[in-house]
Every structure is written in C-alpha cells, then in structure tokens.
C-alpha cells in the first residue's frame, strides 16, 4: 500500500503524553521568573501566589488565608418560593436563591431553586435539595428528578432523604 506511511516531514498527532509535556513546558515557560543575577528560574509556590494576587487585583503581600470565615450570608437575592414545580416542599412562607448545582450524571450543572438558608449559615447544615448526586434513588439514574427506569423500586426519581451519596446531609 503506496503511501501509507507518512513521510518523515509529516507527524503523526501528538500522544496524550506528548501534550502533557508539552502542557508542562508551557506552564513551566510562564512560571519562570529571574533572580538577582539575572538567571532563569521557576517561581516558588509563594512567588506564584503573590503572583496571582496582583494579577487578580488583591494584596500581592497578604498572608495566605489559614481559615475561610463564614459570612452568614450566601449573597443572593431571594424570592418566595415556588409553591409548585419543586420536588421538595417549601416551608409556608420560605424565600428561596436561585442556585447551581449538579442536575445531570457526570457533575453536569444547572440552575435550581433552593431554600434562601441554603450556604447562607455556617452552623446548620446545607441539604442538598436540587443535587443529582444526593437525591438520586438509583445508580443508573442520570437526571435530577427523572426515574433511572419503569421498576417500581426506583421511585419517582427524588429521594427525600437526600443522603445517595455519603457526603450529603440527610
């Protein structure tokens, strides 16, 4: 089979390995910084964070935060909620902040209405009332809310209890 074989001036496409080194060049490229005698070296953890900062309009010489204060609040606007189109039941009278959480299998995000105490508390915990991963009723499942099958045992697609997944507070 004549021409088969590409000719050494053609490659072929590049390997997964081959883009991850050339990845790690680049990024090593753009991390390089010079020191006093003016040779190239990599900047330190440090150097890259102070780096950041300053590209991002923060104090280039804050300390690097050791804790993350709660706010008490989760900055949204807030609205009454819905009192239908939710699978999960409002309290009379509950505002509720549109949120983004995971609504499709594979972390596949999208907008939801949440509880307005939803992230806005650091001492109670957040349910994850909209999440795909923490309401599903079967591993097959792959949208929030939309049964995995027609077998009874898979329910209607909304577990109440919202604990599917270890990490999710029930």
């Known amino acids: 089979q004549r021409g088969s074989i590409n000719p050494p001036w053609v490659q072929p496409r590049p390997t997964q390995a081959m883009r991850c080194l050339v990845f790690s060049l680049l990024i090593q490229w753009a991390l390089r910084s010079t020191d006093a005698k003016g040779m190239c070296q990599f900047k330190s953890g440090e ?12 104090d280039a010489n804050a300390s690097v935060p050791t ?56 001492d109670s915990p957040n349910h994850e009332t909209s999440s795909l991963v923490c309401t599903s009723t079967h591993s097959a499942q792959t949208e929030f809310g939309v049964p995995a099958g027609s077998c009874p045992e898979y329910g209607d697609g909304y577990n109440d209890a919202m604990n599917s997944s270890s990490w999710c507070v029930g």
């Open 47 to 58: 150097d890259l964070m102070k780096a950041l900062r300053k590209t991002w309009g923060c």
């Open 67 to 122: 804790s993350c204060p709660c706010l008490g609040s989760n900055n949204q606007s807030t609205f009454a909620c819905p009192t239908t189109g939710l699978l999960w039941t409002p309290k009379e009278n509950e505002q509720c902040v549109n949120a983004v959480v995971d609504r499709k299998a594979g972390w596949v995000t999208g907008d939801a209405v949440m509880s307005a105490s939803y992230g806005a508390s650091c």
